[in-house]
């Protein structure tokens, strides 16, 4: 008897969850209109609690792997902050001060392997540092900071260590700035020598800057050493300098026979009459390799009206050259392109009388003779960029 009014309770139960069910999913019936003809389709129950429950399944399904990413993402960060923590408890106060306690001689060591090893790396990403730098572009502190070292010898022998290191990095930050300077002024005159303004260079590299604040401190009270200072405005002089001078054009766009036609009025090729002619004429065969002139972005690829096939590259500061009557296109709009990179062929497309390279050098959208640019290039844009490893030069 106890079994068998289990099992009613337990049919009951299925009675009821299936009229729920039924309640919820009726059945449902649609009719569609179509060529005169009235079709009727129905939707059983049983169908829709097919669909249900797919879809509950693929939601179950789905918040399964976000939680179990979620999760994964957790033990990650959990596992990177233990991480973190045993590599800051190598450097922490108790051991610095216990390597301090030992004795200053092995801190000076350190403090020595680190100095070495900060020479290397400028060295490695700057180049050796020549001896016959400028002196008058910034202090020069080496006779006091011998004085510091003489009087700390004197006084805390067991620091005269420490005081030549830091006499020794005051000297290196100081030689380097000079260096940066001379750099600076290198690219500076080549950037005159081709008619444009350094400072308007300048001016348009610092237009997209941005980043968290981290304050320079190196010394008590939240201080700024100035010599510290004064590197960091030397170096970003320099860099936003040289790379204004490497977006400037200073690559021949072809190896060609000659120059057909020169800048400024002559007579026009098709009429005979006086016209402007906005850049430089190189003839050369077709399906010859064209190369941009000086780093930057292809802002424009396809065909002008009298250009033909053409292509222009942006190198920012307003400065731009145009590339035209090409047979092929070699390059795409938004395309980054370093100085020599073959962007298109020699062709005849356009308004032209036979295969030559059409070169333009714009400023401002304004046409500009571009003989000086490329007249200069064998010794202006080398000596603007003496002192760069090779790596860096274009």
């Given at each position: 008897?106890?079994?068998?009014?289990?099992?009613?309770?337990?049919?009951?139960?299925?009675?009821?969850?299936?009229?729920?069910?039924?309640?919820?999913?009726?059945?449902?019936?649609?009719?569609?209109?179509?060529?005169?003809?009235?079709?009727?389709?129905?939707?059983?129950?049983?169908?829709?609690?097919?669909?249900?429950?797919?879809?509950?399944?693929?939601?179950?399904?789905?918040?399964?792997?976000?939680?179990?990413?979620?999760?994964?993402?957790?033990?990650?960060?959990?596992?990177?902050?233990?991480?973190?923590?045993?590599?800051?408890?190598?450097?922490?106060?108790?051991?610095?001060?216990?390597?301090?306690?030992?004795?200053?001689?092995?801190?000076?060591?350190?403090?020595?392997?680190?100095?070495?090893?900060?020479?290397?790396?400028?060295?490695?990403?700057?180049?050796?540092?020549?001896?016959?730098?400028?002196?008058?572009?910034?202090?020069?502190?080496?006779?006091?900071?011998?004085?510091?070292?003489?009087?700390?010898?004197?006084?805390?022998?067991?620091?005269?260590?420490?005081?030549?290191?830091?006499?020794?990095?005051?000297?290196?930050?100081?030689?380097?700035?000079?260096?940066?300077?001379?750099?600076?002024?290198?690219?500076?005159?080549?950037?005159?020598?081709?008619?444009?303004?350094?400072?308007?260079?300048?001016?348009?590299?610092?237009?997209?800057?941005?980043?968290?604040?981290?304050?320079?401190?190196?010394?008590?009270?939240?201080d700024v050493d100035p010599r510290f200072a004064r590197l960091g405005a030397s170096l970003e002089r320099m860099s936003g300098l040289e790379d204004g001078l490497a977006r400037i054009p200073n690559t021949l766009p072809a190896s060609l026979e000659y120059i057909s036609s020169g800048f400024g009025y002559r007579s026009d090729p098709f009429t005979g009459g006086a016209a402007f002619h906005a850049g430089l004429d190189f003839r050369g065969p077709i399906g010859a390799p064209i190369y941009a002139a000086a780093a930057g972005t292809v802002s424009f690829a396809g065909i002008r009206q009298g250009y033909g096939n053409c292509v222009e590259v942006s190198h920012g500061n307003g400065l731009m050259t145009r590339y035209a009557h090409m047979s092929r296109i070699g390059a795409r709009v938004g395309e980054k392109v370093a100085a020599g990179a073959v962007i298109g062929q020699i062709g005849s497309t356009g308004r032209s009388t036979g295969p030559h390279l059409h070169f333009e050098v714009r400023i401002n959208d304004q046409p500009v003779n571009p003989r000086p640019f490329l007249e200069a290039r064998p010794n202006v844009f080398q000596e603007g960029r003496a002192g760069q490893p090779a790596s860096n030069r274009s």
């Open positions: 008897m106890p079994h068998r009014g289990s099992s009613h309770v337990s049919a009951t139960a299925r009675d009821g969850l299936a009229a729920r069910l039924k309640r919820w999913f009726p059945e449902r019936e649609f009719f569609m209109r179509s060529q005169g003809q009235v079709r009727f389709i129905r939707i059983t129950s049983r169908l829709q609690m097919i669909v249900a429950a797919a879809i509950a399944a693929a939601l179950g399904l789905w918040l399964a792997m976000m939680v179990t990413m979620l999760v994964s993402r957790y033990l990650d960060a959990r596992d990177r902050e233990r991480l973190l923590q045993r590599e800051a408890a190598v450097a922490s106060a108790e051991t610095r001060v216990s390597k301090y306690r030992n004795g200053l001689g092995e801190v000076a060591d350190d403090l020595q392997k680190r100095q070495d090893f900060i020479e290397k790396m400028v060295e490695s990403h700057v180049g050796a540092l020549p001896n016959d730098l400028p002196k008058g572009t910034v202090s020069d502190s080496s006779a006091e900071a011998g004085k510091t070292v003489k009087k700390i010898s004197m006084e805390l022998p067991e620091a005269a260590g420490l005081a030549r290191i830091e006499a020794r990095q005051l000297a290196f930050i100081e030689k380097l700035t000079r260096f940066a300077d001379a750099r600076a002024a290198r690219a500076e005159t080549a950037i005159r020598r081709v008619g444009l303004n350094p400072s308007m260079i300048m001016a348009s590299n610092r237009g997209a800057q941005g980043g968290p604040l981290i304050r320079l401190v190196t010394g008590p009270g939240n």
